[in-house]
C-alpha cells in the first residue's frame, strides 16, 4: 500500500447565498480566494508502478481554477455565461448543486477523482490560503485501510 500526497493551489472565485446559517454576510457577495488543496490517496500500485500520475490529480483540481464556483440556482450563473468566451469553448462557471461552501469545494475534488480516476481520495482545503500560520480548512474523507 503506497500513499500518495498532492498539494495544488488554485484562485477561484465564489458566493453564497445568504441564508440563515450564513454569519458573514460578506460572503454572499462575489468575490475570490487562494485555495490550497492537500490529497492524500492511499492505494497499491498498478502493473505500470504507478497508484496515479500526479498530473492527473493536479489536472482534477485545475478545473475550478480561476473558475467562479456558484450554485447551480444562482442567477449569475447565466449572467456570467453570457459573456463566457464561448467562440474558444470555455466556460468560466463551475455549478455546484450546493452551496459553494470551502466543505462542498473539498467534496466536489474526492467525487471528481473517484469519478475519474477511481480512487478514494481525502482532500483537505484551505480557502483564503495566507501562509501556514494563518489558515482555515477544511477536510472531507478519511482513509480507508
Same mark, same amino acid.
Given at each position: 500500500?503506497?500513499?500518495?500526497? &498532492?498539494?495544488?493551489?488554485?484562485?477561484?472565485?465564489?458566493?453564497? +447565498?445568504?441564508?440563515?446559517?450564513? &454569519?458573514?454576510?460578506?460572503?454572499?457577495?462575489?468575490? #475570490?480566494?487562494?485555495?490550497?488543496?492537500?490529497?492524500?490517496?492511499?492505494?497499491? $500500485?498498478?502493473?505500470? #508502478?504507478?497508484? &496515479?500520475?500526479?498530473?492527473?490529480?493536479? $489536472?482534477?483540481?485545475?478545473?475550478?481554477?480561476?473558475?467562479?464556483?456558484?450554485?447551480? %440556482?444562482?442567477?449569475?450563473?447565466?449572467?456570467?455565461?453570457?459573456?463566457?468566451?464561448? %467562440?474558444? #469553448?470555455?466556460?468560466?462557471?463551475?455549478?455546484?448543486?450546493?452551496? +459553494?461552501? %470551502?466543505?462542498?469545494?473539498?467534496?466536489?475534488?474526492?467525487?471528481?477523482?473517484?469519478?475519474?480516476?477511481?480512487?478514494? %481520495?481525502?482532500?483537505?482545503?484551505?480557502?483564503?490560503?495566507?501562509?501556514?500560520?494563518?489558515?482555515?480548512?477544511?477536510?472531507? #474523507?478519511?482513509?480507508?485501510?
Amino acid at each position: 500500500m503506497h500513499t500518495i500526497k &498532492v498539494s495544488e493551489f488554485f484562485e477561484a472565485a465564489h458566493r453564497i +447565498p445568504d441564508n440563515e446559517y450564513l &454569519v458573514t454576510k460578506q460572503c454572499s457577495r462575489l468575490h #475570490g480566494h487562494t485555495y490550497l488543496a492537500n490529497i492524500t490517496i492511499e492505494a497499491n $500500485n498498478k502493473e505500470n #508502478g504507478f497508484v &496515479v500520475d500526479f498530473a492527473k490529480i493536479k $489536472n482534477i483540481v485545475k478545473q475550478l481554477d480561476h473558475k467562479t464556483i456558484l450554485y447551480t %440556482a444562482d442567477v449569475l450563473v447565466q449572467a456570467i455565461s453570457a459573456v463566457d468566451d464561448k %467562440a474558444q #469553448g470555455h466556460s468560466s462557471v463551475v455549478e455546484f448543486q450546493e452551496y +459553494p461552501t %470551502a466543505e462542498n469545494i473539498a467534496q466536489w475534488i474526492s467525487e471528481q477523482i473517484a469519478k475519474q480516476l477511481g480512487l478514494f %481520495a481525502k482532500v483537505d482545503l484551505c480557502e483564503g490560503y495566507h501562509g501556514s500560520e494563518r489558515t482555515n480548512w477544511v477536510s472531507f #474523507g478519511e482513509m480507508r485501510n
